[in-house]
């Protein structure tokens, strides 16, 4: 299993990051994958998810109306449209299954200054 994340980057308030992820190893098939973030000092939380198997999705309080979670099946690659970003966005972010995987990405590191 490999989970590989990329698009993070040094932002301003307000500008706007789109991440992805790609998944190999297994299937994706009825599944529900997700983006998790770790914020200095903080545990890793889960902030949005979609289902592959009819497409819904889930979006944390703290990002809904900011952030859109997008899942290429054929491609095996999850996305996640940042807009609007704030600083207490500012955290590495994960993709992984929910339940997740014992296998973690490296993750990809996303600074917002105000």
């Known amino acids: 299993v490999s989970l590989v994340e990329s698009g993070g980057g040094e932002v301003q308030s307000g500008e706007s990051l789109r991440l992805s992820c790609v998944i190999s190893?297994?299937?994706?098939?009825?599944?529900?994958i997700a983006w998790f973030r770790r914020a200095p000092g903080q545990e890793a939380g889960g902030i949005s998810c979609?289902?592959?198997?009819?497409?819904?999705?889930y979006y944390a309080d703290s990002v809904k109306g900011r952030l859109a979670i997008s899942v290429n099946d054929a491609e095996k690659k999850l996305y996640l449209q940042m807009n609007n970003l704030k600083p207490e966005d500012t955290a590495v972010y994960y993709c992984?299954?929910?339940?997740?995987?014992?296998?973690w990405g490296q993750g990809t590191q996303v600074t917002v200054t105000s």
């Open positions: 979609i289902s592959t198997a009819d497409g819904s999705t």
């Open positions: 992984n299954l929910r339940p997740p995987l014992n296998s």
């Open positions: 190893g297994v299937t994706l098939e009825n599944s529900v």
